[in-house]
């Protein structure tokens, strides 16, 4: 089975870094300390504390295998190796709306790097994909999934 390559900058590799950190050498020892507490309470067959701990234990090394996957298959972006005169991922893109003439700023980033709150989409979205590929003074309509329509005109591509 071949393994999908995951883009990310450099911090958000050493955040999934500090993740997994914390989820093995914190999370994992507490769960571990519950699972041996409930087991001291007697009768595993009907003890609930002991069923939950051990599904939380399932739930976090599940969790622990996954960040391990995808930081092993992660490649780093190095953003001073792009080209800024097209949008592409890490680039800020300062678009306006078509319709309603304002302004906005998105940042094109990994998955798993995305927060609207600050301005970061990510690469995968509708609007992004629409985006990419596109030069400054250029237009993208984008279909929305729900049938909206976005016309975005491109006013400048930075890093």
């Not at 985006?131 to 591509?157: H, Q, R």
Request: hydrophobic share 35%; glycine share 6%.
């Amino acid at each position: 089975m071949s393994k999908v390559m995951n883009y990310v900058t450099k911090e958000g590799l050493e955040k999934m870094k500090a993740e997994l950190e914390q989820l093995e050498s914190i999370e994992r020892p507490k769960i571990t300390q519950q699972i041996a507490e409930a087991r001291d309470k007697g009768d595993l067959s009907e003890n609930a504390e002991y069923d939950a701990a051990k599904e939380a234990q399932g739930m976090l090394e599940m969790k622990i295998s996954k960040i391990k996957d995808v930081i092993a298959n992660s490649k780093v972006i190095d953003g001073s190796q792009l080209d800024t005169s097209k949008v592409s991922i890490l680039c800020t893109v300062r678009l306006k709306n078509n319709t309603t003439k304002q302004e906005q700023k998105f940042t094109l980033v990994p998955d798993n790097e995305s927060d609207i709150k600050t301005g970061k989409i990510s690469v995968n979205t509708p609007i992004a994909k629409g985006l990419l590929g596109k030069v400054v003074g250029e237009t993208a309509d984008i279909v929305l999934p729900n049938g909206n329509k976005l016309s975005f005109e491109v006013l400048e591509i930075s890093l």
